[in-house]
């Protein structure tokens, strides 16, 4: 059973409280971000939770602390996403830890986001540094970091290989308007490539996942999100991902632009075969359409390049490339990079954001840019690729009917499955692990980037004894719901 602590006492021992390096070995590497303050606890008490919680943790219980908290606070937030019970309070490394002290090992890194793990002590102390010297003026004026951003993110693009004609970056606050900025640019190029208007239709592919917004909802091709917001923006087609034989019908003069995700995230973790993106390449020249990369998910070194198309020939090369999640870390930035032949069809007034492009998003970016296109970490993201996938091949022995395949490239990962996977996920997390699922009856593994081998071990032996509990006694453990951004139709 887990411990459990009230808050006051916990509040009161706070500085007290220490564990072993045995005991979190993410502590010592990251040692420099307890210095950093942090915001108050609903209890009004600031406070470190670093004690060891015995596992298997079951979720609080409906008479816990948590739930109170929950209880209090539920009322007055709009209820868009379904949550297991936990509260989370502290991250450091790896690892994640709930208000009733239990800790667990996230291999969700936020959904693809804290790729340096939770806390960075680096990225601490540049918060501390700027938010003390400047974190917003508006875009209404210049300030360095912006380009400083701009100019890293262009320059270690073109010196790893990938986007060869990179030259300007827009810099907003998400994924989605990221993506927003990128139809928006495709729609311009499109009237000025025809002036009578006929060139305006965008295509995306079937299970791909663009955003929430009402731009990059209309490429993101599903009815039971598509319906509740309907009609979506006019001009979207829906093409099917990897096949390559309807891209002429589905690409055609009409078409301003295609945007397409080298490795579906949400979809169920599903890798664009080299010679369809070339073939998309390929189809939008002969059409003179724009081709967009989304690689919010699976770019920034996820994959072991720098971006996921990384290996291609350069005559695969998108016009448009977006990122996000990893790009802060957990503070909320995302950029659209665009070629020279687009930037100059943007003109002052086109586009805009009022907190993009803020001091203090951009030098944090900017640090953890410069950490993400480092070739040893590449490297090793790769060999920890080659450790898990051992892992699983290990399960899928023990498991063969409820292992059927194991997809993706480096650290974004898809096991899967024969059935929901949502019961694995609840027994994973009351075991200690953080697992999220994709696509349909698939778990999606996605650590943090600077996982260790020791780490990796410990999360494939609690997802082992996750498996093993559920299919001891089918139906035993309730599934977890909400898990994915978009869950299948009918899910």
């Not at 593994?445 to 004894?465: A, F, H, R, S």
């Amino acid at each position: 059973m887990a411990l459990r602590i009230p808050t006051r006492r916990i509040c009161a021992a706070s500085n007290a409280i220490v564990l072993s390096a045995t005991k979190a070995p993410t502590l010592k590497r990251n040692a420099s971000a307890m210095a950093v303050p942090t915001s108050s606890s609903p209890e009004s008490c600031d406070h470190d939770i670093f004690k060891e919680a015995s596992l298997p943790s079951p979720d609080p219980s409906a008479d816990s602390s948590t739930a109170a908290l929950v209880n209090r606070y539920s009322p007055y937030m709009v209820a868009t996403y379904v949550r297991p019970p936990p509260v989370m309070v502290k991250g450091e490394g790896c690892y994640i830890w709930d208000m009733e002290n239990r800790r667990y090992l996230d291999f969700t890194a936020g959904i693809a986001v804290n790729a340096l793990g939770h806390c960075d002590p680096e990225m601490a102390k540049l918060i501390g540094q700027q938010a003390r010297t400047l974190v917003h003026a508006s875009n209404l004026y210049h300030n360095a970091w912006t380009g400083e951003l701009s100019k890293l993110l262009v320059t270690k693009t073109r010196e790893s290989g990938a986007m060869k004609d990179a030259s300007k970056v827009f810099v907003c606050n998400s994924g989605s308007e990221a993506n927003e900025a990128a139809i928006k640019f495709a729609r311009k190029v499109g009237k000025l490539r025809d002036p009578s208007g006929e060139k305006f239709e965008l295509v995306s592919f079937q299970n791909s996942f663009h955003g929430r917004t009402l731009g990059s909802l209309s490429a993101t091709p599903n009815p039971k999100y598509q319906k509740p917001f309907a009609p979506m923006l006019p001009g979207f087609k829906y093409g099917i991902y990897n096949d390559e034989a309807a891209l002429e019908g589905l690409i055609t003069e009409k078409t301003c632009g295609v945007i397409v995700e080298p490795i579906q995230g949400e979809g169920g973790v599903m890798v664009a075969n080299s010679s369809f993106l070339q073939a998309l390449r390929d189809r939008c020249n002969e059409v003179g359409a724009v081709l967009i990369y989304d690689e919010i998910q699976c770019g920034l070194s996820r994959t072991g390049s720098f971006w996921a198309h990384g290996s291609l020939p350069a005559s695969a090369h998108p016009d448009i490339l977006t990122t996000a999640k990893a790009l802060g870390n957990g503070f909320p930035i995302g950029a659209t990079m665009v070629t020279e032949e687009i930037a100059k069809c943007i003109v002052t007034g086109d586009h805009g954001t009022t907190f993009g492009g803020n001091p203090l998003g951009c030098r944090l970016a900017h640090y953890i840019v410069s950490r993400l296109s480092e070739p040893e970490l590449q490297e090793e993201v790769l060999e920890k690729e080659k450790i898990f996938r051992k892992g699983f091949k290990r399960l899928q022995v023990m498991y063969p009917d409820l292992i059927s395949e194991v997809r993706g490239r480096g650290l974004i990962l898809g096991v899967q499955l024969t059935q929901d996977p949502t019961p694995i996920v609840t027994a994973a997390r009351e075991r200690g692990l953080l697992v999220i699922t994709a696509g349909i009856n698939t778990l999606r593994i996605v650590p943090p980037l600077v996982v260790t081998e020791k780490e990796i071990e410990e999360g494939l032996g609690i997802l082992g004894e996750a498996m093993k509990a559920v299919m001891i006694i089918p139906d035993a453990i309730s599934g977890t719901k909400g898990q994915q951004e978009m869950a299948p139709p009918g899910r």
